[in-house]
């Protein structure tokens, strides 16, 4: 065999598979897929510890509010309102999060004031 037919045959070789066949990029598709949805589970999982968390800050934050209430005024709050409208406010809630009077809803949460001498906060995330 000549160079000039070792040439031709290594040039039939390659230009018989320039590109991916059909099942390779199907493979492809599924591995992305797959792997796609063990992310995202992952990360709700991530989600829902983050709203815990948060819930129970605000809750330590709740609980450190009322003392400094009883400390300024002689008697615990009667609800989670009357410790964000004084000035300068005992309760500085995250941002978005609203205080009716005895419960506050956060994205992902609830965290909620029974009033008593100490009153008493429950965090409740869905």
């Not at 796609?36 to 800050?57: D, E, F, R, W, Y």
């Amino acid at each position: 065999m000549n160079h000039l037919d070792e040439l031709a045959e290594s040039t039939d070789a390659s230009a018989s598979r320039n590109g991916f066949t059909l099942i390779e990029v199907l493979i492809a598709i599924v591995v992305v897929g797959i792997l796609s949805a063990v992310v995202i589970i992952g990360i709700s999982s991530l989600t829902n510890k983050g709203s815990g968390s948060a819930c129970q800050a605000s809750a330590d934050a709740a609980k450190a509010a009322a003392t400094v209430h009883y400390a300024n005024t002689g008697a615990y709050p009667a609800s989670l309102n009357a410790m964000t409208v004084t000035s300068p406010k005992e309760l500085e809630l995250p941002t978005g999060v609203t205080a009716p009077v005895n419960s506050t809803t956060g994205a992902t949460w609830t965290l909620t004031m029974t009033p008593g001498s100490p009153p008493t906060f429950a965090c409740t995330v869905p």
